[in-house]
């Protein structure tokens, strides 16, 4: 009976992931596409390398409970940056806070893609009903004929392929 729980519990947690899939690249797009000034997109600051490094550093920082001073520096240079890309700083707590968000959840797809990915190492066909159901939206008679299997082989292999994923991202 205890087997019986952790194993279902595998599948919700791999069910509540793959579900959100969508809603986070959903976001990552809507957060990329949002105008912070000039003309210029957070998906394009972003991608500024230098202002990545000291935000990262400004984000050890402040989990790590530094001292005022560092922070401040650090905050300094983060504004002097977007000054210099957007021609201004008003704002940028907002664009930072928008930038933690991006990066998180930039962190949570690659993981979830690499679980997939190691998936699809360890039993493709599992992997390949994950992604038709889950990310590709299909429904499960489309993905049975698609694969060439009966209706009960895939929710076989469905139930095993989220057992799998689960245990990969636990």
Known sequence: MMMLNVELNYEKMAIDRLRGYKRLVGRIKMLEK????????????????QLQDVHRQWRKLSAS??????????EANIKALLEGLLGTSD??????????????????????EHALDALDDL?????????????????PHDIA????ISLSTFYGWRRKALKEYGILIS
């Open 34 to 49: 949002f105008p912070v000034s000039g003309g210029m997109r957070l998906g394009t600051i972003v991608q500024d390398g």
């Open 91 to 112: 704002g940028y707590q907002g664009v930072l806070a928008r930038i933690a968000e991006l990066q998180e959840l930039e962190r949570q797809k690659e993981r979830m």
């Open 123 to 139: 039993k493709h066909e599992y992997a390949q009903v994950l992604k038709l159901l889950y990310l590709d939206g299909n429904e």
């Open 65 to 74: 409970g530094a001292d005022q001073e560092a922070l401040r520096s650090t």
């Open 145 to 148: 004929c698609e694969l060439g």
